[in-house]
C-alpha cells in the first residue's frame, strides 16, 4: 500500500469519524489516562515514504488538562538500508503534546520531547552497536469516534545523531546522523 492509499483510507476513516462523533459529541470526554498503538510510515533524510519502512508505535499518556498531556511510548522503527548498510532502530519516548480543540471531536496537537534510542547498525565491512537520546517535535490531529475512542494522526520527525567515538569503524561513512519522519495512524482509548 503505498503513500495515496493510505491517505485515502484515512480520509475514509475520518469522513465516517465525523459522521459518528456529530451524534455522540456531548459524550466525548478527551480527559483521563489513555492508551494507544499505531501503525506509520517512515521517510528518512528526505527518500520517498515506502511501505518497506515502516514503524510501530504503543504509547501510554495523561490528559491533564483541556490542552496539555504528558505521553511515553516505545517505537520500532523496523529495519531500513539496503545490502551494503543498514540499521535497525528502536526506542522510548517521553513528551508533552499541547492540543488545541477546534471542534467538540477536533483536537489539532503540537508535541516534543526525548527519544531514547538503541540502534543495530550493519555495514559491509563492520557491525556495531549504539544508543543514544536525541528530540523529538511533530504536529497531529485526534478525531473522537466515541466515548473513549479516538482516531490520531501523527507526524513527527526525529534527530537521530550517533557519537562518532561510539561506532568505531561505522564513523568513516559520509553522515550516519539521520533526521527520520514517521507519518503514523493510531487508535487511542481514553480511561
Known amino acids: 500500500m503505498k503513500l495515496p492509499h493510505v491517505l485515502c483510507l484515512t480520509s475514509s476513516l475520518l469522513m465516517t469519524s465525523a459522521a459518528v462523533s456529530a451524534d455522540t459529541s456531548d459524550d466525548v470526554d478527551h480527559f483521563g489516562p489513555y492508551v494507544g498503538a499505531g501503525y506509520g510510515l517512515l521517510n528518512v533524510d528526505g527518500d520517498d515514504f515506502d ?20 505521553e511515553g511510548g516505545y517505537i520500532d522503527f523496523g529495519q531500513y538500508g539496503n545490502d551494503s548498510y543498514n540499521s535497525e532502530l528502536d526506542g522510548y519516548t517521553l513528551g508533552f503534546k499541547l492540543g488545541l480543540p477546534v471542534h467538540d471531536a477536533v483536537t489539532v496537537f503540537a508535541k516534543g520531547g526525548r527519544l531514547w534510542w538503541d540502534a543495530e547498525l550493519n555495514a559491509a565491512t563492520a557491525n556495531g552497536e549504539v544508543d543514544g537520546s536525541d528530540n523529538f517535535y511533530g504536529v497531529g490531529a485526534s478525531f473522537a469516534v466515541s466515548q473513549g475512542w479516538d482516531l490520531r494522526l501523527d507526524y513527527t520527525r526525529f534527530d537521530v545523531e550517533f557519537e562518532r567515538d561510539e561506532i568505531g569503524i561505522l564513523a568513516e561513512i559520509d553522515d550516519l546522523d539521520r533526521k527520520v519522519d514517521l507519518a503514523s495512524i493510531s487508535v487511542q482509548y481514553t480511561f
Open 51 to 70: 511501505e518497506e519502512d515502516n514503524a510501530y508505535t504503543l504509547y501510554v499518556g495523561k490528559q491533564v488538562h483541556q490542552m496539555f498531556s504528558i
